[in-house]
């Protein structure tokens, strides 16, 4: 079966997410990516925004889980993200969704932190 790639890269949000409690008051910058694995030749052939995932959609969604929400772990941002993500469409096979928290509170200089998490429709 053919597959493409449809990806958001680098949505930057401020939110407050963390272990510690400034990171919850303060809050940070976050950056994600989303790759969704979907066949759009259909789309591709016919340019029919209905034959593949709409982005404005993914974003939307994105926005809402980083921003509305306060979580200790990136990893739990990027797990809900993939799956709230994969049952925004039927034509979607797989998400990943990387999210990346700058300058992380680890002691030291490091530019940020990164969870990836990749889901499947077969595994929701």
Request: proline share 3%; net charge negative; aromatic share 8%.
């Amino acid at each position: 079966m053919p597959q493409g790639t449809v990806r958001l890269k680098n949505a930057v949000f401020y939110a407050h997410h963390g272990v510690m409690q400034e990171e919850h008051r303060v809050g940070g910058r976050y950056e994600v990516d989303v790759a969704m694995g979907l066949d759009f030749t259909d789309a591709a052939s016919e340019d029919a925004l209905d034959k593949t995932v709409d982005y404005e959609q993914v974003y939307a969604a994105v926005r809402r889980c980083v921003t509305e929400n306060k979580f200790y772990l990136i990893e739990r941002l990027a797990y809900l993200m993939a799956q709230e993500i994969l049952q925004l469409s039927g034509l979607l096979d797989w998400v990943e969704v990387t999210v990346r928290k700058a300058n992380p509170p680890v002691g030291g200089p490091c530019d940020c932190a990164e969870a990836i998490y990749r889901c499947e429709k077969r595994s929701i």
